[in-house]
C-alpha cells in the first residue's frame, strides 16, 4: 500500500537549523515533492526531487535517496515566518500525488 | 501565466443540503485536476483527479462526486451533505504527474 511517515511536530530556535524527515513506500515512484502550508492557507510548492541527492534552493535543500525511500528538507537560517506545516508529498506509477499528514514546526525567537 | 481559481471561500451548509464548489485554471490546457480535502490538523486526502473532460477517477467511496464539464473547470458536488464532510477543500492543477501541483485558495467547508 501507499504510506509517506513525518514528524507529527517539530520545534527549534530562530537562527538555527532544522531537518524534517520524510520515509515512504508507494507503488512506483516518479519524484518526491515538498510543500509548505501556512494555517488556514493553501500548500505552496518549495522543491521536487527525483534523483538521489541534495537539491539546493536559498535557505532551504532537499535530500532524496530512493535506496531507502528516504528524503528530508532542511531550512537553514530559520525564521519566524517560517512556522508552518511542512508536506512531503510522492508521485507514484499513476497521475497522483500522495501526502503525507506533514510536520508542524514552530521557531521560537 | 497560469492562475486557479475557486470558490466560495467559506460555505456554512446544513446536513441534507447540496453542494457545488467550482475551480478553474487559466492560462494552460488540458490540465491533471484534482480535489483534495483537509480535515482540521490532518493530511491532503485525495478525493478524485481527472487527466481530461470527462474523466474522473475517485480515490475514496463517499457521498461526494466530481465532474469536467470543460478542459479547464473541475466541480465537486454532494447531492445530501453529512456532517463528516466539513473540511478545507482544495482544487489543484498541474502539467503531468513530474510537475508540482498548484492549489487554490481552498474553500473552508462546516456542516452544521
Known amino acids: 500500500g501507499q504510506n509517506i511517515d513525518q514528524p507529527t511536530e517539530m520545534t527549534a530556535t530562530e537562527g538555527a537549523i532544522v531537518q524534517i524527515n520524510c520515509t515512504y513506500q508507494t507503488s512506483g515512484f516518479n519524484g518526491l515533492f515538498w510543500y509548505q502550508q501556512h494555517a488556514g492557507e493553501a500548500p505552496t510548492f518549495l522543491s521536487y526531487n527525483v534523483l538521489d541527492g541534495l537539491e539546493e534552493k536559498g535557505r532551504f535543500s532537499s535530500f532524496l535517496s530512493r535506496s531507502k525511500g528516504y528524503s528530508y528538507l532542511l531550512l537553514k537560517e530559520l525564521q519566524m515566518k517560517d512556522s508552518a506545516s511542512y508536506l512531503c508529498a510522492v508521485s507514484d506509477n499513476t497521475d497522483k500525488l500522495i501526502f503525507g499528514t506533514g510536520t508542524r514546526l514552530q521557531v521560537f525567537p | 501565466s497560469q492562475t486557479i481559481h475557486q470558490w466560495p471561500a467559506t460555505l456554512v451548509q446544513p446536513v441534507g443540503s447540496p453542494l457545488s464548489l467550482e475551480c478553474t485554471v487559466e492560462g494552460t490546457s488540458n490540465p491533471n485536476l484534482y480535489w483534495y480535502r483537509q480535515a482540521a490538523g490532518r493530511g491532503l486526502q485525495l478525493l478524485f483527479y481527472?487527466?481530461?473532460?470527462?474523466?474522473i477517477s475517485s480515490e475514496v467511496p463517499q457521498n461526494l462526486s466530481a465532474s469536467r464539464p470543460q478542459d479547464r473547470q473541475f466541480i465537486l458536488s454532494s447531492k445530501k451533505l453529512l456532517l463528516s464532510d466539513s473540511g478545507f477543500y482544495l482544487c489543484?492543477?498541474?502539467?503531468?504527474?513530474?510537475?508540482?501541483?498548484?492549489f487554490g485558495n481552498g474553500t473552508r467547508l462546516t456542516v452544521t
Open positions: 481527472s487527466v481530461g473532460i470527462g474523466q
Open positions: 489543484a492543477w498541474s502539467r503531468d504527474r513530474v510537475s508540482p501541483l498548484h
